[in-house]
């Protein structure tokens, strides 16, 4: 006999996108459902890191020329500055951030995204058994499996 759940986010966007598909969803009884979140994302995204896994999309697209005249290398560093420009004001105080990215920053979304993606599809390829459900919405997951593999 299945068990109906009720799927509760603290974060709208993530409720509205994990909660629509798996509304009608049910857990088998020998099934758990798991969920994680990533807290302060943006802000613990290692720089190094986003770059690298930028290049290595930038180098796999065949079609990367037909959208800009610019090299993967040049895309980088421009990046690479952009990551790297970290400073803010708060309450009259001159700060810099000195790890991760930035919180304001429009690119900070799209290589937060870039960096759980990439860790996300290096965690799947450990599994000898994929989940049965696997959503995720920037750094909030869904998951379930059997009990006994999650436990």
Not at 36 to 48: G, R
Not at 53 to 59: D, G, V
Not at 123 to 150: G, M
Request: proline share 3%; glycine share 2%.
């Amino acid at each position: 006999m299945a068990t109906n759940f009720l799927i509760c986010c603290s974060f709208c966007y993530s409720c509205c996108y994990l909660k629509r598909p798996l509304f009608h969803l049910s857990l088998q009884t020998d099934e758990i459902m798991v969920s994680f979140d990533v807290v302060s994302l943006f802000t613990k995204a290692p720089i190094q890191l986003a770059l690298n896994i930028a290049k290595q999309c930038l180098q796999s697209n065949p079609e990367l020329n037909q959208c800009t005249g610019l090299s993967t290398t040049d895309l980088i560093k421009g990046l690479e500055i952009c990551l790297n420009s970290t400073n803010f004001t708060f309450r009259g105080k001159h700060y810099k951030q000195v790890f991760g990215t930035a919180m304001d920053s429009p690119v900070s979304s799209v290589v937060a995204n870039l960096v759980m993606e990439n860790i996300e599809t290096r965690t799947l390829e450990t599994f000898a058994d994929h989940p049965r459900q696997w959503k995720r919405y920037v750094d909030d997951t869904y998951c379930d499996d059997e009990k006994i593999k999650v436990v």
